[in-house]
């Protein structure tokens, strides 16, 4: 079986521009529609002569249980089918509540981590990604999902990870 690299984090962090600009192609649905999008789609990829399973996490809705609950509830699944995880912060917003308990989950699994710092359009954004060493998590590697900055340099570290 393929290595499986999740990627997970709030709604609206990126994730799937991310797994789109991975795949190399618009598959993943960008902002997810409530019940058109499943919880958790697994995509196989190819980076650097290497293949894997790319697993996009979504579709939770802003329900009664509280986003954060369902946030967390989905990276756990994830978390548990993955060999590595690629965490994806909004770095235009910064390390957030939800963030923080999402972190609790990734350290109690052991399971390698990379921190994404999405939306980080231009150089001078990447003020914004240095906040995001406050979780913990070692380096945040700043990129654009959507324009491509520096994507190919954190799928290299997760890959090394994996
Ligand atoms: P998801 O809910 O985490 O899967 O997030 P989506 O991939 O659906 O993206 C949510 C919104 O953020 C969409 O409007 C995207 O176009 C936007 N977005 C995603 N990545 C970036 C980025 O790198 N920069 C900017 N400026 N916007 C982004
Ligand atoms: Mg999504």
Do not use: C
């Amino acid at each position: 079986p393929l290595p499986v690299l999740a990627i997970i984090g709030r709604p609206n962090v990126g994730k799937s521009t991310l797994v789109n600009r991975i795949l190399g192609r618009r598959e993943a649905v960008v902002q997810d529609v409530p019940g058109v999008t499943r919880d958790r789609v697994s995509y196989p990829a190819e980076w650097a002569g290497r293949r894997f399973m790319l697993v996009d996490t979504g579709g939770w809705e802003h329900d009664a249980a509280g986003i954060h609950a369902r946030v967390a509830e989905q990276a756990e699944i994830a978390i548990h089918m993955a060999d590595a995880i690629m965490f994806v912060v909004d770095a235009t917003v910064g390390p957030t509540a939800t963030d923080e308990q999402v972190v609790k989950l990734l350290r109690r699994s052991g399971k390698p981590v990379v921190l994404v710092a999405n939306k980080v359009d231009s150089p001078r954004q990447e003020a914004d990604a240095a906040t995001l060493w406050s979780l913990g998590l070692g380096e945040p590697w700043p990129v654009s999902a959507l324009h491509g900055r520096g994507s190919g340099d954190v799928l290299d570290a997760a890959l090394a990870v994996l």
